[in-house]
């Protein structure tokens, strides 16, 4: 049990620890808030005292339990756009596929559909999740615009310099 001083300068009390846990919740005590723990002598402030401490620190200590983060707006996480899903999907086959027919089937939707999911994702953040996948299959899929715009440059200089090489040699 403990007794203790209220804003108002007052003494309230004696309640028990569950009491005061409920009024720190409801802001009603803090860590400054001047506590006397029953058969002490001594005020001390609900931060000083060990039992209580764990009540207004923002850290966890070991008595205090860990929960769950809460996620207020809708209740439960956001769940995973599919479309942030499909557009890393499509950003990872984009790389290979730049080696054969230039990723075209891939890195094109792989663009589009990211950025329908990023769109979608900041429009409503409490709703849909997957921001990452969809950033991350976005600048995959510009890779693989990247490395087949590269390997037809190479194609085109190499089939360049096996056509300069003919006309050499017919002359």
Not at 37 to 50: R, S
Not at 65 to 77: C, K, L
Not at 94 to 111: E, R
Request: hydrophobic content about 45%; aromatic content about 6%; overall charge positive.
């Amino acid at each position: 049990m403990y007794k203790i001083i209220g804003a108002d300068g007052k003494e309230y009390g004696p309640i028990s620890a569950e009491q005061l846990r409920q009024w720190v919740a409801e802001g009603r005590a803090n860590a400054q808030t001047q506590v006397l723990p029953e058969g002490q002598m001594e005020w001390k402030t609900i931060a000083e005292v060990p039992e209580l401490a764990p009540l207004v620190s923002p850290y966890p200590t070991a008595a205090t339990p860990v929960s769950a983060p809460q996620y207020v707006p809708g209740g439960q996480p956001p769940k995973t756009n599919p479309l942030a899903i499909a557009g890393l999907v499509l950003g990872i086959l984009s790389l290979p596929g730049a080696c054969c027919c230039y990723g075209i089937p891939f890195n094109i939707p792989g663009i589009v559909v990211s950025i329908i999911a990023l769109t979608q994702i900041k429009k409503e953040p409490d709703k849909h999740g997957g921001k990452g996948m969809a950033l991350a299959g976005l600048i995959l899929s510009i890779l693989g615009i990247v490395l087949a715009i590269a390997l037809l440059a190479f194609g085109v200089a190499m089939s360049g310099s096996e056509w300069m090489r003919k006309l050499q040699n017919r002359g």
